[in-house]
């Protein structure tokens, strides 16, 4: 449902389709208005920080890189989406060692970090700007739940049905 609860007439359907061998659908539609089906224990509103220099990577609780082991919190979102570019889009910023992540947070943890990154890592700085004039700067947000970033389940001992 739009409000996030579970459809439980709906739900005992797919399930009961499942339990006689019918594949698993990933949309279903509930009122003429297609709706994607989510498998049970999956959160759809369950997202967390990116690391900026790490990508693909969660920052823990506490906003905790899990490489340095320190925390983001404080670092502003350009800072972030600047760093995240620098090594992304411009490979200006090469994060090959520990000593590279923590220079890089030193820098976006500084009273002038915008400044020391901008004119650091130049090509990032327009290309942020390009961004931000189009809306499509980096949302530095992971969906997080069962499923890796292939759609497959990261657990050995799934037994490929869902309910």
């Not at 009961?16 to 297609?34: C, R, S, T």
């Not at 350009?78 to 490979?91: D, F, G, K, M, N």
């Not at 890796?148 to 050995?156: A, L, V």
């Amino acid at each position: 449902n739009d409000d996030g609860s579970v459809n439980v007439d709906k739900s005992a359907e797919l399930i009961g389709d499942i339990q006689n061998d019918l594949p698993e659908l990933e949309k279903v539609l509930i009122d003429g208005v297609p709706k994607q089906i989510f498998k049970i224990g999956e959160r759809t509103d369950n997202y967390a920080d990116e690391n900026p220099i790490y990508p693909g990577r969660v920052l823990r609780s506490g906003g905790t890189c899990d490489q340095t082991g320190r925390s983001w919190d404080g670092v502003s979102t350009v800072i972030r989406q600047l760093l995240h570019i620098a090594v992304t889009e411009t490979s200006e910023l090469a994060i090959r060692s520990l000593d590279d992540a923590h220079n890089a947070l030193d820098k976006a943890v500084s009273s002038d970090a915008e400044k020391i990154i901008r004119s650091r890592y130049q090509e990032a700085s327009i290309y942020f700007d390009e961004c931000l004039k189009t809306g499509e700067l980096p949302v530095l947000k992971i969906a997080l739940g069962s499923n890796s970033s292939n759609g497959k389940r990261e657990d050995p001992f799934y037994t490929n049905k869902t309910y």
